[in-house]
């Protein structure tokens, strides 16, 4: 059965300081990894799609990369801002669990002005 | 082109009574997955329909829920019978197609109280 974890669980960090946020999934025979935000009582907004045949995706001041031998995908974000604030979700698509996206809990981000 | 559509965004059920939650797929998608996002806890797959088929519900409760995706119209997940534990998001999503390398696309969630 796939599992995903998020590390960590929360983040505070002060506005401009680069991060990284972490995802690590036990089977990695996965067909592609997402990563979403979610704001407060808010939906999901798809941040940035890899494929399992891809290393990393870029857009604007986010990157993420992917190495699905070690089971593990970053997600680094660049010069931070308050309105970066969030819960940032990592998710798995294939293995175990086919056609289906198996989520990690999230990662809680606050940007402090 | 209009994303994934959920309605209601907010519905309000008393313990006992039917919930209707409909998706209305991205257009030219025929693949929508239903997942559920418990207050606190992280989202979890529940069924994934394509038109007038149940391709894989493993994660849908054995009681109370069913959903289905006809041939016209929108996706349906209804929930019989509701308890306090059904307060949840529901989430749908839609692909155009459930090969591997799909994208899923998320609708804004329809958010569920049972009093």
């Known amino acids: 059965k796939q599992e995903v974890t998020q590390i960590p669980a929360a983040l505070s960090v002060p506005e401009g300081e680069n991060l990284v946020l972490n995802c690590s999934f036990t089977?990695?025979?996965?067909?592609?990894l997402q990563w979403f935000r979610q704001d407060p009582g808010k939906g999901l907004t798809s941040l940035l799609l890899?494929?399992?045949?891809?290393r990393e995706q870029t857009s604007g001041r986010l990157n993420a990369s992917l190495d699905k031998s070690s089971g593990r995908s970053t997600l680094y974000i660049a010069a931070s801002q308050p309105g970066d604030s969030a819960t940032y979700l990592c998710a798995v698509k294939g293995g175990t669990s086919g056609s289906r996206l198996t989520f990690g809990e999230g990662t809680q981000l606050t940007v402090n002005p | 082109n209009a994303g994934v559509m959920q309605n209601p965004r907010h519905l309000v059920r008393r313990r006992g009574q039917e919930a209707r939650l409909r998706c209305s797929p991205m257009k030219g998608h025929s693949h929508v997955y239903w997942y559920r996002q418990l207050p606190e806890e992280g989202l979890k797959f529940m069924v994934y329909l394509q038109k007038e088929n149940i391709i894989d519900e493993s994660g849908m409760p054995k009681e109370r829920f069913s959903a289905e995706f006809p041939k016209e119209g929108p996706s349906i997940l209804r929930i019989q019978q509701v308890v306090r534990g059904d307060s949840a998001a529901y989430f749908c999503?839609?692909?155009?197609?459930?090969?591997?390398?799909?994208?899923?696309?998320f609708g804004p969630g329809t958010r569920l109280t049972v009093l």
């Open positions: 890899i494929q399992s045949s891809q």
């Open positions: 089977d990695s025979a996965i067909y592609n």
């Open positions: 999503a839609s692909s155009d197609q459930g090969a591997s390398y799909n994208e899923q696309f």
